[in-house]
């Protein structure tokens, strides 16, 4: 168990660009999670996948968002003509049937 | 809709002292679970504690435990014996009834500072 692994770190972008993100969970969770977090607030949830399935996205994922878990472990998150206003801290968790949620150390999103 | 409110921006406490983090929730929900987090400043977020709205006992994890007050609606953090490595963002959540899954509601944080 090497807990919830994130991919960068930390990713400068120039407005305008594509961005992908990827997680990967815990191997034997099923359930997974993306949420952003600004500077000075806590995380907000953006989308749950269960297994490969994306049974739920918040409305703070705009059309320029996309999340996929193509095969049920790994997950993507793709931010299309990125904005000033994305510049955040994405987080991954993942959590078997349990309440605990396990997350990645997040990947930090620059846009300029 | 679900709201957690977290109403100290920051806290000092001095090493091996106890420290009260204060947490407020607002929910329609009957079901519903509340969390504590912690943050430190490698960003990575860290479960410490869990309340379910139907347990009758206050959850105790080792030198946290959580002080749940149902009609007051809140879910106050104690960290006992504080040590230097407490020293982080502390986020309480809630898990609103109507979902089974991890989808949490957090509050906009504590910075808690132990001294030496």
């Known amino acids: 168990d090497t807990g919830v692994s994130q991919d960068p770190r930390h990713k400068i972008t120039k407005r305008g660009q594509n961005v992908t993100f990827r997680c990967d969970p815990i191997?034997?969770?099923?359930?997974l999670y993306w949420y952003r977090q600004t500077l000075g607030q806590g995380p907000e949830f953006l989308t749950y996948?269960?297994?490969?399935?994306?049974?739920?996205k918040s409305r703070l994922l705009s059309d320029r968002f996309s999340a996929e878990r193509p095969k049920g472990s790994f997950s993507t998150l793709e931010i299309q003509r990125t904005e000033q206003g994305d510049s955040a801290m994405y987080l991954c968790a993942s959590s078997s049937h349990g309440e605990k949620l396990f997350f990645g150390s997040g990947t930090q999103l620059s846009v300029l | 809709a679900q709201k957690i409110t977290q109403t100290q921006p920051g806290m000092f406490v001095q090493e091996k002292e106890a420290v009260t983090l204060d947490c407020t929730y607002d929910t329609s929900d009957p079901s519903y679970g509340l969390f504590w987090y912690k943050q430190p400043s490698s960003g990575e977020m860290i479960f410490l504690i869990y309340q379910g709205s139907y347990d009758q006992q206050n959850a105790t994890e080792g030198r946290y435990s959580l002080n749940f007050q149902k009609a007051r609606k809140s879910a106050n953090l104690v960290i006992s014996a504080s040590q230097l490595g407490d020293s982080a963002m502390y986020f309480c959540a809630m898990r609103a009834g109507g979902t089974s899954y991890g989808k949490l509601t957090f509050g906009q944080g504590t910075i808690l500072t132990v001294h030496p």
């Open positions: 996948f269960q297994n490969e399935a994306q049974l739920e």
């Open positions: 191997s034997e969770h099923n359930r």
